[in-house]
């Protein structure tokens, strides 16, 4: 796919500050990985117990693609995230927000659809080079389930196989859903997003919503195989993959 939203974008940001009416929020970590149109997100909150299921539904993650607009001439850009998986429930509204760059490595977001200010800041070697798959499945079609690189980082996305609950209303969350159908926790939670550095075929997984896999360092080659297909070859990691974008050295 064609590149559709600015350059600006691309990258892992790194957010470094959230401020809503609650209060300020420094110590989540968090990751917004963007290549030319898609995008992956995860955050970890640092004071939940991830050792519970309880805890870990408390994470939040997702992908899509993203779209820019300036739909007011005397207000700033909006950046619209269309979540195409989530790890949380749908939400009731879209997450969009207004983007003002402070400088080319820092922007400030504020929120739209809701009360909030984040602080985003660009982590170095993430411009280099960008890359989208899409996994297939066995008859060869695409799937949600997605591989990001940009620069030196890598983040896999694998949605959940099951659906959501009967009775899950707009802005229920995960652990509203945990708390009501206690006998799916182990479906609601099986959704895989991990991210990590990608160096030397060599991808070091740093934070995941399963988080047993943080820390293990995993073989991982990818390689073009035409066009519109590649392969990649990683544990834990389907084979088959199409390209949806593909911007790398040779």
């Known amino acids: 796919m064609t590149t559709t939203i600015p350059e600006r974008y691309h990258g892992v940001w790194q957010r470094t500050r959230l401020e809503t009416p609650a209060g300020r929020d420094t110590t989540t970590w968090v990751r917004w990985q963007q290549t030319g149109l898609w995008h992956g997100d995860l955050r970890v909150p640092a004071d939940i117990d991830r050792g519970t299921p309880e805890g870990r539904a408390l994470q939040q993650g997702f992908g899509g693609t993203t779209l820019i607009t300036w739909p007011v001439a005397a207000q700033p850009e909006v950046c619209t995230w269309q979540r195409t998986i989530d790890f949380q429930p749908p939400r009731g509204t879209p997450d969009a927000g207004h983007m003002v760059f402070e400088t080319p490595e820092r922007v400030i977001e504020t929120g739209i659809h809701g009360s909030y200010l984040e602080v985003w800041e660009r982590l170095p070697g993430s411009v280099d080079q960008r890359i989208a798959l899409a996994a297939l499945d066995e008859a ?25 609950p009967a009775g899950t209303a707009p802005d229920d969350t995960l652990a509203d859903l945990l708390q009501r159908h206690p006998e799916a926790a182990d479906a609601l939670l099986d959704f895989e997003i991990a991210f990590g550095v990608w160096s030397d075929g060599a991808w070091t997984i740093e934070r995941a919503t399963l988080p047993a896999l943080e820390g293990h360092v995993l073989a991982c080659t990818l390689q073009r195989v035409s066009h519109a297909d590649a392969t990649v070859k990683c544990h834990g990691v389907p084979p088959h993959w199409r390209v949806l974008e593909w911007h790398a050295p040779d």
Do not use: C, K
């Not at 890598?154 to 959501?164: C, F, I």
């Open 140 to 164: 060869g079609e695409p799937t949600a389930e997605r591989l990001l690189v940009s620069g030196r980082y890598l983040m896999h996305l694998r949605p959940r196989t099951s659906a959501w």
